[in-house]
C-alpha cells in the first residue's frame, strides 16, 4: 500500500503542485486539442460528504491516513495538494497531459524526486528539451505499483518556466511543448464553447467536435455525435449545505434540427436506461428519471441534472445493496462447486 501511494505522489507530480487559474493556464495548452477538463481538487477534497466519508468509512479513513503519513515523509502535506488542474486531449490522443503551475521550485521537485528513488532504483531519468530538463518516469516500475496504469504511457514532466510545468505521455511531450506557441485560435475555439460553462464549478469541461457534418461514407450509419460542434459543461455541489449534485451542460449542435432530433434520442435513452438498470425498483428509477431535464434550445441542448442529497442517499444504498446481493451469489455459487 505504501509503495502504491508513494509513487502515485511521484507520478505526474499531482501531490506537490499547487494550480492556478485555469483560464490562465489555457495559455499553455496545446494547438489543436479538442477539449480541456478544470478540476478543482482541493475544493472537492473539503465537500462535506468526501470529508464526512474521510473520518466515518473505515477502509477510506486507513487509505487516508497512509496518504498524509506519505506525504509526510517528502515534507508535504494535504495542503500542499493542487488546487486546480487543467487537463488538455485530443480525440486522436496524440496531445494529451495537463499544465499545472507550481507551488515548489524544480529544486524541491528534484529533492523529492531523488527521496523517492532511494527506495526505488532507476524511478527516473532525465533528458533534454528546448534546454529544459524533462523528467522521465519508469513506465515498468509504476506499472508495477499500480495495474491500472497498464499501456498508459510513460508519463514526463518538464518544468517550461519557473513556475510552470507540463505533464505528459514521453512520446509526445516535445510535440505538447512545441505547439504552445501557435495556440490562440484553439484557446479562442474553446472559450467560445465556454460561454455557458460556470468556470466557478468543481468541475468544468469544455468540448469542440472538429469532426461534426463530415460527409458520411456509402452505407455508414450516422453517429450521434455528427451533429453535435461542441459541449460545455459544470458539474458542482450545490445548495446551502453543498450537497446536492447539479450538473449543467450546454451542447452545441450544427441546426434547431439536429438539436431537435438530439434531444429527442437523450430523452429516449434516460428513459430506457433508467427503466433498464432500475427494473427491480422502478420508483428510484422514476426519481432519477425526473432528475434529468433535457429541451431544446435553439440550436443547443440543454441538459440539467440535480440529485439532492436524499435522492443521493437512496442511490447509494441501492447500488450498495446490488454489490451485497450479488456478492452472496458468488458465494453460493462457489459454496455448490
Known amino acids: 500500500m505504501k509503495k502504491k501511494i508513494m509513487l502515485s505522489i511521484v507520478f505526474t507530480a499531482a501531490l506537490i503542485f499547487n494550480v492556478a487559474a485555469g483560464n490562465k493556464l489555457l495559455n499553455y495548452i496545446p494547438a489543436n486539442i479538442d477539449g480541456v477538463v478544470s478540476i478543482k481538487i482541493k475544493q472537492i477534497m473539503d465537500v462535506p460528504i468526501f470529508k464526512e466519508k474521510r473520518s466515518t468509512d473505515p477502509k477510506l479513513k486507513e487509505q487516508w491516513t497512509e496518504f498524509e503519513s506519505e506525504l509526510k515523509k517528502y515534507g508535504l ?95 509526445v511531450l516535445d510535440s505538447v511543448i512545441n505547439s504552445i506557441k501557435g495556440n490562440t485560435a484553439t484557446v479562442n475555439t474553446l472559450m467560445k464553447k465556454s460561454t455557458s460553462v460556470n468556470h466557478d464549478a468543481l468541475i468544468w469541461l469544455v468540448f469542440n467536435n472538429k469532426d461534426a457534418g463530415k460527409t458520411q461514407q456509402p452505407g455508414q450509419r450516422p453517429d450521434m455525435m455528427d451533429g453535435i460542434t461542441g459541449v460545455g459543461l459544470s458539474l458542482d455541489f450545490t445548495g446551502a449545505k453543498k450537497r446536492d449534485l447539479g450538473l449543467d451542460a450546454m451542447v452545441s449542435c450544427r441546426d434547431k434540427n439536429a438539436a431537435a432530433g438530439l434531444s429527442m434520442q437523450l430523452q429516449g435513452l434516460i428513459m430506457m436506461g433508467s427503466a433498464m438498470a432500475f427494473k427491480d425498483n422502478p420508483q428510484l428509477g422514476g426519481e432519477i428519471g425526473q432528475a434529468i431535464k433535457i429541451k431544446p434550445n435553439g440550436k443547443s441542448v440543454s441538459i440539467k441534472i440535480s440529485v439532492p442529497e436524499t435522492l443521493g442517499t437512496k442511490l447509494q444504498k441501492y447500488i450498495e445493496n446490488k454489490k451485497s446481493r450479488k456478492s452472496k451469489s458468488r458465494k453460493v455459487k462457489n459454496g455448490r462447486r
Open 77 to 171: 502535506t494535504v495542503n500542499d495538494m493542487p488546487t486546480q488542474a487543467v487537463i488538455f486531449f485530443s480525440k486522436d490522443k496524440n496531445l494529451n497531459g495537463a499544465v499545472i503551475k507550481t507551488s515548489l521550485s524544480e529544486a524541491k521537485f528534484v529533492e523529492i524526486l531523488k527521496k523517492a528513488a532511494a527506495d526505488r532504483p532507476n524511478l527516473y531519468t532525465t533528458r533534454k528539451l528546448n534546454g529544459k530538463t524533462v523528467y522521465v518516469m519508469n513506465e515498468k516500475l509504476l506499472q508495477e505499483s499500480n495495474k491500472s496504469l497498464k499501456d498508459s504511457g510513460t508519463p514526463a514532466l518538464t518544468f517550461i518556466a519557473a513556475d510552470i510545468a507540463i505533464v505528459s505521455e514521453d512520446k
